[in-house]
């Protein structure tokens, strides 16, 4: 049967490849690995080819030419002397697939010595030719010597007959002078190439593919011919050899011995073989958190290594420790120089990148380093962005890491090599391999696989083994060999408890995820179809129970892909199986569970560690100490005769015929019976629904179509990206609005605002760095800094990450000037993202960027032709998506840069009729937001200015007012304002409509809402008035009066308000009633979501439909105030003659309200109000009534003190009889109203009870 129709997931190896030099083809420079022509051909790159590889193709992963030859040779071919070193290397290499699955290929990489007359003719030309080129005296025949030394020919045969004899002729007098390092002359040197044996498994067997690899070398370099032919060993592990089972080893046999690999079992973790203690080793404990960290969040990883196989090992390592979580994006841990376009990829990535000797960091052009975590393995460096949060509890989690660590004997700090765990293998064979021949002959002996003359062959190795003393050393191979077992099983488990110690954080940290997944859909399809708009995850309430210190890795790790995929497949598995990584994570929190009993005592959890912990190692120990199944021995295939000869030092040209057929049917019968429910829990086994990264194969094409095609998806990405970006930050702001306009429930922190804001600047980074030419660039941002006068001389910049987004716009606008100014010590990355939060804020990072684009000459010089930014449908749809955040408001960089000095403009406006009057007050303010006020500011004399034109904010017409320059520390969203005036002057009143202040940075406008009088003897009398502001937004107030936006929160009342309270008495009890009870349950509502996410107390309290003005309306409903008092009607006259009828009843011994009076709510009452009156302050009426319901709440008396007021005598001589104030029903549910507020504290600004100590 063919081995293209079997079932190759169920094999142990997939492919068996030879890549090499193809003597038919001949050299072809390979311009793509990066050694220049100026180096002498024998250490040049030339192009291998895979020579053969069996079988032909499997039906569920086709063999990819192009892509296993680049990932088995990234160097390209590599020629050596007699002179050099020869030690064979070995690396290992991935390739995924659109399925999810991952294939891992495994290569030996040895030097064979070339026997081809035309390569040793065409290297001997090439080394002549260079010699010449570089010793010849005159520049032009220096400059022909150089075009002949990079021919344009791809075969060194076609160079050979370019040459005319009289040119032979002259390179053959340089042959003398070839003695030089790295030279070649045929007749005294060996020339040797390297070659590539690989094998493709579809799990990450490390350790038997080395083994195997290792083996077959060391029987081609041996004097003594293998037991049998290497035809019978190949087709053996490709055909013969299944997979083992879940949680059982298997034993399979080599050419010189027998190996042994395992796999973990339904509730162990995923097979993960590459040695984390090597990682570690190198990079130490703190980098490694730190890159996991970078991996978590998405970051783009680059490493970077002279040795391939490390690169491989830190990347697995990383990978393997994200478990339950799977990287959801590019995957490439080994790409060559052809392939470092795709550096410029705007997604996130995790590749790694050959270093080159004697290459240094900055000679890397990286397209944009913002987000960007730099891994240098060789020097143990690891560079993250800026910005990345602490991993939760990671104190603690380093020093457990490096317990770990030290147990097995490394340290962790990183920098140690780990000589076992070498890319480089000895070239002579292990000790312990060379001693197994006779016992694997002696087993190829009891299994038959020996006819008549290998049994005489084998008797007389035994019979030379005994004379040579054999048996005396089997002690010390023995103890060999066990050594070896014991760094293996070693290995093993250090790799379980590192693993273990991350999943049992990941346990802990999402333990109770499951209670915050939203499964809103009715079916698979509509859940699919909304799947852009839904909500999965309750992402605010989960972070509302996580710790502070967790907050600030949790809100950027919740917006990943990898953990948006976790989430759906929990979705999905609601209509389909879970994936096997899922399932295996939920069964771990399941059996958690039972262990919890509730307490709390910190010594479970390590409980249920150490337990896992224990069980894990036990079961590795046993399956590498005994196997549980052995696979079929290698055996003699039907061979023609002549093939199969031991030529040593050769690899052998294998017969195809006996490796491209499977003619085993009852092993085939054997391994479908291994295969049972087995396929699934292959790793990275993925859903059908879950989003996929980009494929592989595509990426590792080089050809020109197929780059144009991957920027091509890159571009389509980025403005995907843009559209979901933008749509949640709309959905979660206007969620969030509602809450501050008390219209509904909060579904978002600030962090979480900050953390997708974050995600926005990252985007916008990402899109601008897309195939930027880095040398274009660099001389654009000199000419531009040069052009600048704010340009700082002698400015470090060394250690700067660049920024090109902000680099490219840094002159155009003016507002980077003031980010520069901030002392903030921000680099060009921070200035940028400062730079992304003022104009988002702004409302203008949508035009300022279009602004930028429109320079298309300028975009083509900085820009590869397939940049994202020279799409121009794409490009406009990106900004039309950005210019849809403008709907919302944002006070990203008001809240973020808290230390900031601002400078803002106060502009006080009267009633326009009475306008004059304000040339006569001296007014002074003290302006207070969230992080503070600005204190007591006086206007200086002489500012009043005429406005005879329409502001840009509000609209006067030949009013005159009065204005003020302030500089302070930033203020934050601002909330209050204390109004005042000395009443000095000539006239020292005036009717205030407004107080308008203006954020000169920002751009916001707040408006204090007045409509009342300032001064003695009109209105209330007041001096001093708090008003409550409202955030209007950038744009322009029209003439309906409707302002662009979103609604304004509620200001202080006005003059309006105040007009309406006066025909009260008409007004419906029910209504009153029921505004009441809306302000005291927007209270409730405030004080029960979490800290991060309440509004502003002093609007709820103070604003229009706050609590003041609400139980104003109650008091003054169904007042006599035509009977009592003769002027403007305020409850606080009310509660002032109140108070006096209390203590005058109370010193004449009223017996029929002794109870009452004697009462402690009633003295303080008593007390509280002739504080009021007491104060220094002159508020006014109204002033003094916001006082007193504020006081009262904070104190939690005010539910005592409405009562008393109703039974007081005066009550019924000014209320009428239906008033509210004499219905006791009313009464009675107003003080279980604000009853219900005193299980809150009240915190109350500083500007309400200046001046009052209560």
């Known amino acids: 049967m063919s081995a293209a129709t079997g079932s190759g997931s169920c094999r142990f190896a997939h492919y068996f490849v030879v890549c090499g030099v193809d003597t038919d083809t001949g050299l072809e420079p390979d311009d793509g690995a990066g050694a220049g022509f100026e180096q002498s051909p024998v250490r040049r790159s030339f192009k291998s080819k895979v020579l053969v590889h069996y079988p032909e193709n499997t039906g569920k992963n086709p063999f990819n030419k192009d892509a296993v030859n680049m990932l088995c040779m990234p160097r390209g071919l590599s020629f050596r002397t007699q002179a050099d070193e020869r030690h064979p290397q070995f690396h290992s290499f991935t390739i995924a697939f659109d399925d999810g699955t991952r294939s891992y290929g495994f290569v030996h990489t040895f030097y064979e010595e070339v026997t081809s007359p035309p390569i040793i003719t065409a290297m001997q030309t090439l080394c002549k030719m260079h010699h010449v080129e570089h010793h010849s005296s005159a520049s032009a025949s220096s400059s022909s010597s150089s075009s002949a030394s990079s021919p344009s020919s791809s075969s060194m045969d076609s160079l050979m007959s370019s040459l005319d004899e009289s040119d032979i002729e002259s ?79 298997l034993k399979f046999h080599g050419v010189q011995g027998p190996i042994v690999c395992q796999r973990p079992g339904p509730e162990e973790l995923p ?10 080793s190198l990079l130490g404990v ?15 990883v680059l490493l970077y290594s002279q040795d391939y196989q490390r690169l491989m090992t830190v990347a697995e390592g990383i990978t393997t420790l994200l478990f339950p979580f799977q990287w959801q994006h590019i995957y490439l841990p080994i790409i060559s120089t052809p392939l470092h376009h795709l550096l410029e990829a705007p997604v996130p990535f995790l590749m790694g990148i050959h270093r080159r000797d004697g290459a240094q960091r900055s000679s890397l052009h990286l397209p944009h380093e913002a987000n960007l975590c730099f891994v240098d393995i060789d020097n143990h460096r690891v560079e993250a962005p800026e910005d990345l949060p602490l991993f939760p509890d990671q104190t603690e989690l380093i020093q457990e890491l490096s317990e770990v660590l030290l147990q097995f004997g490394l340290s962790p700090q990183g920098g140690s090599m780990i000589t076992k765990l070498s890319s480089s293998t000895s070239p002579t064979a292990s000790p312990r391999l060379s001693s197994l021949v006779l016992e694997d002959l002696m087993e190829d002996r009891r299994n038959g696989n020996l006819g008549g003359e290998e049994l005489a062959v084998l008797e007389r190795l035994q019979a030379l083994a005994r004379k040579c003393g054999g048996e005396q050393t089997s002690e010390g191979r023995r103890a060999m060999e066990m050594e070896e077992e014991d760094e293996e099983m070693k290995a093993s488990k250090m790799n379980v408890q590192l693993r273990e110690v991350f999943a049992v954080r990941f346990a802990a940290i999402f333990s109770k995820y499951e209670d915050f997944v939203i499964h809103s859909a009715v079916d698979l399809d509509s859940w699919l179809s909304n799947r852009e708009g839904a909500f999965s995850f309750d992402k605010g309430s989960f972070l509302s129970l996580q710790p502070a210190t967790h907050l600030h890795f949790l809100s950027r790790f919740l917006e990943t892909s990898m953990f948006s995929s976790f989430v759906d497949g929990k979705v999905i598995s609601r209509w389909a199986d879970r994936e096997p990584q899922q399932q295996l994570f939920d069964r771990r929190l399941e059996r958690e569970r039972l262990y919890d009993t509730g307490e709390e005592d910190p010594r479970p959890c390590s409980c249920k560690k150490g337990l896992l912990l224990s069980e894990s190692v036990r079961a590795v120990e046993h399956r590498l100490q005994k196997a549980d199944h052995t696979a079929i021995h290698p055996h003699l295939l039907d061979m023609r005769i002549g093939q199969g000869r031991h030529h040593p030092g050769y690899f052998p040209k294998l017969q195809a015929d006996v490796l491209t057929q499977d003619n085993a049917v009852a092993q085939q019968q054997k391994e479908r019976q291994l295969c049972d429910a087995d396929i699934s829990f292959i790793p990275l086994q993925k859903h059908a629904f879950i989003r996929k990264p980009l494929h592989q194969l595509k990426l590792l094409d080089m050809s020109p179509q197929a780059v144009t095609q991957t920027h091509r ?99 155009i606008f003016g507002s980077f000037r003031f980010i520069q100014t901030m002392n903030e010590g921000l680099s060009e990355v921070g200035q940028a993202r400062a730079w992304i939060h003022l104009a988002l804020e702004k409302k203008m990072l949508s035009q300022h960027l279009k602004e930028l684009l429109t320079n298309q000459e300028l975009l083509r010089q900085l820009y590869k032709p397939h940049a994202f930014l020279l799409c121009e449908e794409e490009r406009e749809q990106f900004l039309f998506h950005l210019l849809s955040l403008n709907t919302v408001d944002y006070l990203c960089f008001t809240r973020v840069f ?59 017409h030949n009013v005159t007012c009065v204005f003020l320059c302030l500089q302070c520390k930033n203020l934050g969203r601002l909330s209050t304002l204390q109004l005042g005036q000395e009443n000095s002057g000539l006239l020292a009143k005036c009717l205030i409509d407004c107080v308008m202040v203006y954020n000169e940075i920002t751009g916001h406008t707040y408006k204090f809402p007045c409509g009342r009088w300032l001064g003695k003897g009109v209105g209330d009398g007041s001096l001093e008035r708090v008003l409550i502001g409202q955030l209007l937004s950038p744009g322009v107030e029209d003439d309906s009066g409707r302002w662009t936006g979103t609604p304004p929160e509620l200001p202080s009342p006005s003059q309006s308000v105040r007009t309406v309270l006066s025909s009260l008495g008409r007004m419906l009890s029910v209504e009153v009633q029921e505004e009441l009870r809306e302000a005291a349950n927007n209270l409730v509502k405030h004080f029960h979501k979490p800290e991060q996410e309440r509004g502003n107390l002093t609007v709820l309290l103070c604003g229009e439909g706050g609590l003041v003005l609400s139980l104003e309306k109650f008091l003054l409903h169904g007042l006599k105030s035509n009977r009592l008092f003769q002027r403007n009607v305020f409850v606080w006259d009310f509660v002032e003659k109140a108070v006096i009828s209390m203590e005058t009843a109370d010193q004449m011994g009223d017996l029929h309200r002794s109870t009452i009076i004697k009462d402690p709510p009633c003295d303080l009452l008593c007390h509280y109000v002739n504080a009021i009156n007491a104060s220094s302050r002159n508020i006014g009426k109204e002033g003094k009534f916001q006082l007193f319901v504020c006081l009262g709440i904070r104190d939690r008396l005010l539910s005592h003190w409405f009562p008393l007021l109703a039974e007081c005598s005066l009550t019924v001589r000014t209320y009428e009889e239906g008033a509210l104030l004499r219905d006791r029903a009313a009464v009675l549910s107003l003080s279980r109203i604000l009853h219900t507020l005193n299980d809150f504290t009240v915190t109350l600004e500083t500007a309400l009870v200046k001046g009052v100590d209560l």
């Open 898 to 956: 808290t230390s900031i000095c601002i400078p803002y403009r106060v502009v006080i406006i009267p009633m326009k009729k009475l306008s004059i009057a304000m040339a006569t007050v001296n007014p002074w303010v003290c302006v207070s937001g969230e992080l503070g006020d600005s204190g007591i500011r006086q206007f200086p004399k002489n500012t009043q200015e005429i406005y005879f034109q329409v502001s840009l904010y509000f609209s006067l």
């Open 713 to 811: 998806e890159f571009v389509n990405g980025l403005l995907s990206e843009c559209r979901v970006k933008t749509k949640r930050m709309l959905m979660e702001r206007m969620g969030k609005e509602s809450v501050e306009l008390c219209q509904g429930e909060a579904n978002i922190t600030g962090l979480q605002e900050n953390t997708l804001i974050h995600g926005l600047c990252d985007l916008l980074e990402r899109t601008w760095g897309h195939c930027l030419q880095i040398k274009q660039v660099r001389h654009m941002i000199h000419d531009g800094y040069k052009n600048q006068r704010h340009k700082k001389e002698n400015r470090n910049t060394q250690n700067d990450k660049k920024s090109y987004f902000i680099c490219l716009f840094h002159p």
């Open 171 to 249: 390179l053959a007098g340089a042959s003398g002078c070839l003695g030089c390092v790295g030279s070649f002359d045929s007749s005294r040197d060996t020339l040797y190439v390297s070659k590539a044996l690989c094998l493709i498994t579809p799990l990450p067997f490390l350790q038997a593919s080395r083994q195997f690899l290792a083996q077959l070398h060391q029987s081609v370099t041996s004097q003594t011919a293998p037991p049998l032919p290497l035809e019978s060993y190949i087709h053996n592990i490709l055909y013969e050899v299944p997979l083992p089972p879940p949680g059982k080893s």
């Open 286 to 300: 703190e980098n490694m958190v730190k890159l996991l960290t970078c991996a978590l969040l998405e970051t783009q």
């Open 271 to 280: 097979l993960g073989e590459y040695p984390l203690g090597e990682a570690f």
